[in-house]
């Protein structure tokens, strides 16, 4: 028996290929997730956990990694005596880490990092402090010297000795490289530049006075970090985050997850998906291979080979095929891994070293390659078990359809779910639980679909292929036939193509509503003529906003920061804004009370603050920062909610008071009546040329760079897409060609009977076309209730309008049927190729 | 036993004269070497406008082979093939499609029917692949002629073996070919089945003027012919007019008793 199997094996090279595909795809998507993955998560805990010191005190809500808004609180330089002073302590030091801190190219211009920071630290040489490894040169010791981290200090050209000129919050800042270092293992810091300076240097820079972003502590041998945590704990008191290496890497790499997350998430559901469409394409080729075989495992039978017999030589057939499958799928999942790698290197994110192979990998590449196969071989073979001896004499053995009924129940009771969960959704409003329930919603969604694309496969293809008849004649309705002939094939095979397009559709609505929404908050709420910012809204010196003002073309200028601060006893953002320009560069709708309110110690609150913590105009509230004076605020208005100024609002003066940094994140400028546009804009660009971070936008501009923010977003999760859609051609091109093999006769038959080459092509590219058309009208459909429920649960986070790209679904469309015909090409080309006598006289 | 070569060689073709089919020298090769097999040894052989013609022999005589080529199904070694007035080896792949499609009608013994179309839509495929629409009432005669009229709206797999042959020879004779071809059409058939079904093909031939060539085995299925040509290791070795069973089992039991025949079926 195991000798018969074998043999088969063998003998249908071609059918085996084919469905060794399905298995190579399926598991070098799952295997090339992965080890992306894994590849992302080691680069930066191998960052965190080898720059992390012993302990570590920090600004209570201020520590949130070198991603966070850091400048924006501190600790008093005073507290570093406190620390050293505690029993166990081996050294502390304070240090200074802010972003905004930019390396300039010999060319005078902004080295670019790609998206990533460019982050501004203090030196510390203490020893078990070290800020990072000398690889040249020595530590910056005063002034005018620097150090630079060896990946910017490369790709600039710069060694130890040559003048560099660096773009601060501050002023420009002219300096000598002293030293290059490392910093981490591998050096990496996934894009970001560092730059060192001495610690005087680098807290008059970022403007924290003579306090520091931190305290870092080496511990003295003969005690634990938990213990010696403790002891800080006790010492430092109230107000301050204390933390172990451990806690620290744990955070960061917490933080940095979160960062991530998005990444993370769309990578698993692109390795489920795989999965998912892969099992659907092993599935549907198993089925085939044993159809095919029925009259040999008859044969089997009749000769007294005994069901389990059967059954075990099919299961045998894909242990075999599955194993070789996960092997050479695993090899393709370094080529997906290293093209993952190259696309997001594109987007900044530069991951340096060897691609990490973990075992997970292995194990699930194997499980996945093995189980599904085998899963899938399961249902056929026991099929194949239950043939009658008789079928193998019987010319043409015609499978029993089994009843759908079973599936229309399960897919219905899904989507039901479904519709209950994204009815929940709206209900749930702004609870936070919109998009959970969205997304329980739309895997039930899918998942009916699935299961109900069988039922709906016949009356859908029909519909479709109403045309084809009269538009091709014979081929057409051939095509038409053969679609609908095995509603389970066309199912499954239109499946994977099903759910690549309804990610596609739903997010393709989900970015064309937030780009709609950005449109409306610029056109709604801003009321400045130009904006100044950087790219990535980050902080910059206020020196622009003062010298625009002093331009005659410039009536006024509204300056925006953001600072961190407790009020009440609860830490939140707020944005700080010039009280008297307010009005005249953002439109607030105000609820009660105005921008006059900012006056004094004023604060402005959005509705949905107000009623939560149950503010009205005229109370006051206990504000505090680590870095300043603790301050009772006055409620001065209630606006309507605005994403561009989020929660609070302050005026700058009250900033300042709460010890927030002076640097703009946004200056909006708002032209004097009358100023020819073109003069207007000529000077403002003179002064904000003078600074390469910032750049001016007029409101188009403004609105347009926020949403290329959202189109690269949107290309990132297209072009992973790319890699879900190739699989279903693929698994549409094994389909065909197994069909094609499977009906060799009867396309002997219409050859014989005078169908000519071309138009034996056209059915067989018809047949795809409906097939893949069919997968696309379901995935539309899924796309757009999916896209839509995104849209409502995520209004909340600021995308309020809700628009369905008309065009680009069409395009989806026509983009089904294109992927029909490419699928159709070679077996097409096979069906056209076969010899009209082979073709009739093969059994 | 000498060859008997019946048929008259070369003769000039006239307008009344000229046969539905003929072939000269036709020599079909298979393989090379030790496996080099000669299917057909440069047969010459008429079919006549309006004639039914048996052909039979003992297994891998060359039956099959001889049909094939003269179809246009296969390729001929050396020798030249017609239908009516075309050579055959002058067309191409698309030439030779057309030629099977407009003027060729092919029964075969199993697996004629396409099983996602009804009885009449696989009557009319050969129409409807050359886009032409069938002539109403010839199609009506013939439908009537094999007596299928109640399940014509039936597909393949709801009709005994008996009318899925009648429905291949309709579709056969449906586009009013020059020749048809039939190979071992009632070879899985029971008597009563093959009978319905030979009876329709004399018809076609008797009242319907049409030229048909047929394989079989069966002495009672060659006694419905015109004549039955004797075909052995690739030759025609004998002719015989006006067959009945009888005489027909006769003559191949002569060719048995001569070693010729080894074996029948
Ligand atoms: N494709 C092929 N390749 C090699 N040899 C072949 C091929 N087709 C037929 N032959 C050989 O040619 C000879 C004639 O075969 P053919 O099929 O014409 O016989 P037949 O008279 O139709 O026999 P049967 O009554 O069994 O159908 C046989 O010896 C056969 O083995
Ligand atoms: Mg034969």
């Known amino acids: ?843 | 036993m000498t060859p008997v070569q019946q048929t008259s060689p070369a003769v000039p073709a006239t307008a009344a004269g000229t046969p539905a089919a003929r072939g000269r020298a036709l020599t079909k090769v298979y393989g090379r070497g030790d496996t080099r097999v000669t299917a057909l040894d440069a047969v010459d052989v008429d079919f006549r406008h309006g004639e039914f013609t048996a052909i039979m022999g003992p297994s891998g005589s060359g039956k099959s082979t001889l049909m094939h080529c003269m179809a246009g199904l296969d390729s001929l070694t050396s020798g030249s093939a017609w239908i009516g007035d075309t050579e055959l080896s002058a067309l191409d792949d698309r030439g030779l499609t057309r030629l099977r499609r407009d003027r060729i009608g092919f029964v075969f013994q199993a697996f004629n029917l396409l099983p996602t179309l009804t009885a009449l839509e696989n009557i009319t495929l050969p129409m409807d692949i050359a886009g032409r629409t069938p002539d109403a009432a010839w199609l009506d005669s013939v439908v009537d002629a094999v007596g299928l009229r109640s399940r014509l709206g039936h597909r393949p797999a709801e009709l005994s073996g008996g009318q899925q042959q009648r429905v291949a020879c309709a579709r056969a004779l449906a586009g009013r070919p020059q020749v048809v071809f039939a190979d071992e059409p009632t070879g899985n058939l029971d008597s009563r089945s093959g009978a319905s079904v030979l009876s329709f093909l004399r018809t076609s031939v008797r009242e319907m003027g049409q030229t048909v060539v047929m394989v079989t085995h069966d002495p009672a299925a060659a006694s419905y012919a015109d004549r039955v040509l004797f075909l052995a290791d690739g030759r025609i070795v004998d002719e015989m007019a006006a067959p009945t069973a009888e005489r027909v089992l006769d003559r191949m039991k002569a060719f048995d008793a001569a070693g010729r025949i080894v074996e029948v079926g």
């Open chain 1, 1 to 843: 028996m195991r000798r018969a199997t074998l043999r088969s094996l063998l003998a249908h090279k071609l059918r085996l290929a084919l469905s060794a595909v399905a298995i190579v795809l399926g598991v070098a998507f799952v295997a090339g997730t992965m080890i992306f993955t894994d590849t992302l998560d080691r680069t930066f805990t191998d960052l965190f956990e080898s720059t992390a010191s012993d302990v570590a005190v920090t600004p209570e809500g201020g520590a949130e990694g070198i991603d966070g808004p850091a400048g924006t609180l501190s600790v008093p330089g005073t507290l570093v005596g406190q620390v050293r002073a505690v029993d166990g302590v081996a050294a502390a030091e304070g240090y200074v880490q802010a972003q905004g801190v930019y390396l300039l190219t010999p060319a005078g211009e902004v080295l670019d990092t790609g998206g990533a920071p460019g982050i501004g630290i203090s030196w510390t040489s203490a020893p078990g402090l070290d800020t990072g490894e000398l690889t040249a040169g020595r530590a910056p010791e005063r002034a005018g010297e620097v150090a630079l981290d060896s990946g910017s200090a490369e790709e600039a050209g710069y060694a130890v000795g040559d003048r560099v000129t660096l773009l601060t919050p501050g002023p420009r800042v002219e300096a000598t490289v002293v030293g290059v270092f490392t910093f981490g293992e591998d050096g990496g810091l996934a894009g970001a530049s560092l730059t060192a300076f001495d610690v005087a240097t680098a807290q008059q820079l970022t403007g924290v006075g003579d306090g520091f972003s931190g305290i870092q502590v080496a511990a003295a041998e003969d005690v634990s970090h938990d213990e010696l945590a403790d002891r800080v704990v006790a010492a430092v008191g109230d107000g301050y985050t204390v933390q172990t290496a451990q806690q620290q890497a744990d955070e960061q790499s917490a933080a940095l997850e979160e960062g991530l997350s998005f990444i993370t998430v769309l990578l698993t559901a692109f390795a489920v998906i795989a999965l998912f469409v892969g099992s659907f394409i092993i599935l549907n080729t198993f089925s085939m291979l044993v159809a095919q075989r029925t009259r040999e495992l008859a044969l089997l039978r009749a000769l007294g080979a005994g069901r389990g017999q059967v059954t075990r030589s099919v299961l045998l057939e894909a242990v075999v095929l599955g194993v070789v499958g996960a092997t050479v799928g695993l090899a393709g999942g370094f080529g997906i891994a290293t093209g993952l790698r190259a696309l997001f290197g594109t987007f900044g994110l530069t991951l340096d070293g060897d691609l990490v192979l973990s075992a997970d990998t292995v194990v699930w590449s194997y499980a996945v390659g093995v189980l599904v196969t085998v899963l899938a071989a399961w249902v056929p073979a026991r099929r194949a078990a239950r043939t009658p001896p008789v079928a193998a004499m019987r010319d043409d053995h015609v499978a029993v359809e089994r009843s759908l009924r079973r599936r229309t129940a399960f897919g219905v009771a899904l989507v039901a779910v479904a519709a209950g969960a994204l009815a929940g959704s709206v209900a749930a409003g702004d609870s936070g639980h919109a998009p959970a329930l969205v997304g329980v919603g739309g895997l039930a969604l899918v998942l009916g679909a699935v299961a109900l694309s069988p039922v709906l496969a016949r009356p859908v293809v029909r519909v479709l292929g109403a045309p084809l008849p009269r538009l091709a004649g014979t081929a057409g309705r051939l095509a038409r036939d053969n679609a609908q002939r095995n509603p389970r094939r066309t199912a499954a095979t239109a499946s994977a193509l099903m759910v690549g397009l309804t990610l596609v559709t739903g997010f393709g609505v989900l970015g064309a509503s937030a780009n709609a929404s950005v449109d409306a908050l610029v056109d709604d709420t801003v009321r400045a003529d130009y904006v100044v910012s950087t790219a990535v809204g980050q902080p910059f010196t206020p020196e622009v906003a003062d010298r625009l003002r002093q331009l005659p073309e410039v009536d006024a200028v509204l300056q925006q920061r953001f600072t961190q601060v407790r009020v009440d006893g609860q830490s939140t953002f707020a944005a700080a804004v010039d009280a008297t320009t307010l009005d005249r560069g953002l439109a607030l709708e105000y609820v009660a009370g105005g921008s006059d309110g900012l006056a004094g110690r004023g604060l402005l609150v959005d509705e949905t603050t107000a009623a939560e913590r149950g503010w009205e105009v005229g109370d006051t509230v206990a504000a505090e920062s680590a870095g300043g004076q603790p301050t009772e605020l006055t409620v001065g208005g209630v606006y309507a909610a605005n994403q561009a100024v989020g929660s609070m609002v302050l005026s700058l003066d009250t900033d300042a008071a709460l010890g927030g940094p002076a640097l703009d994140r946004y200056v909006y400028v708002v032209l004097a009546d009358g100023t020819d546009a073109a003069a207007a804009r000529a000077a403002l660009e003179t002064v904000v040329d003078a600074y390469p971070v910032v750049g001016l936008k007029d409101r188009d501009e403004f609105a347009g760079e926020q949403k290329a923010q959202v189109d690269q977003v949107l290309l990132l999760i297209n072009a992973l897409l790319v890699l879900s859609v190739l699989i279903a051609v693929l698994g549409i091109v094994n389909t065909l060609a197994m069909s094609v093999l499977e009906r060799t006769r009867e396309i002997g038959l219409l050859r014989a009977v005078g169908m000519d080459r071309r138009q034996l092509r056209r059915t067989v590219r018809l047949e795809a076309v409906l097939i893949s058309v069919y997968g696309a009208v379901l995935g539309l459909g899924l796309g757009l209730v999916l896209g839509v429920g995104l849209t409502r649960a995520l209004a909340d986070q600021g995308i309020t309008e809700l628009v369905v790209p008309g065009g680009q679904l069409a395009g989806f469309l026509v983009l089904g049927a294109l992927i029909g015909v490419v699928a159709a090409v070679w077996p097409a080309r096979r069906a056209a190729r076969l010899q009209v006598l082979d073709a009739i006289a093969t059994a």
